[in-house]
């Protein structure tokens, strides 16, 4: 299969996920956000999946991005970081991915074990799967349900 006919896979990374590897190293590990891209990538390849990694610190960029995996259909995994507890609009533009191919919901750390304002999340509800405290490894279990998904496999 060409890379053009692949399906394709929109990960998306919300506010200061492009400090991974600098930012809060104990809580969110080492590796960088371009390391795990380079990840995604790679093993999309090998489930016959294109993936295509974006970052933005800006909430309005990603509502736009989920407006287009919308649009054309893309499955969507998605660490909306901070504003997984505050925003209501970017849960509204992924309700609209949720109605069709679905998305999944990343956080490295678990959110569970730490503040209580992080304990509640506003995607959840309407997320295909959730993956918390995986470390970096919780994109590549996304990525692969998605693919069982896609294959008719998944549940």
């Avoid at 809060?24 to 990840?39: D, H, I, K």
């Avoid at 993936?51 to 919308?70: F, K, P």
């Avoid at 509204?92 to 998305?103: I, K, N, S, Y």
Wanted: hydrophobic residues 40%.
């Amino acid at each position: 299969m060409s890379a053009a006919e692949r399906p394709t896979v929109l990960v998306l990374n919300g506010p200061n996920l492009s400090r991974l590897g600098r930012r809060e190293p104990g809580v969110y590990g080492a590796t960088t956000l371009a390391e795990v891209e380079r990840g995604l990538i790679a093993l999309g390849a090998e489930l016959g999946l294109a993936v295509d990694c974006r970052q933005s610190e800006y909430e309005g960029r990603l509502i736009e991005w989920a407006h287009e995996a919308a649009d054309r259909g893309w499955p969507v995994i998605i660490n909306p970081g901070g504003l997984t507890h505050t925003s209501v609009a970017l849960r509204d533009a992924l309700a609209e991915v949720a109605a069709g191919p679905g998305f999944h919901e990343v956080h490295i750390s678990n959110v569970h074990a730490r503040e209580e304002f992080r304990h509640r999340s506003l995607l959840s509800g309407i997320a295909a799967g959730i993956l918390i405290g995986c470390g970096t490894n919780g994109y590549a279990l996304a990525l692969r349900d998605v693919a069982h998904r896609l294959a008719g496999t998944g549940e």
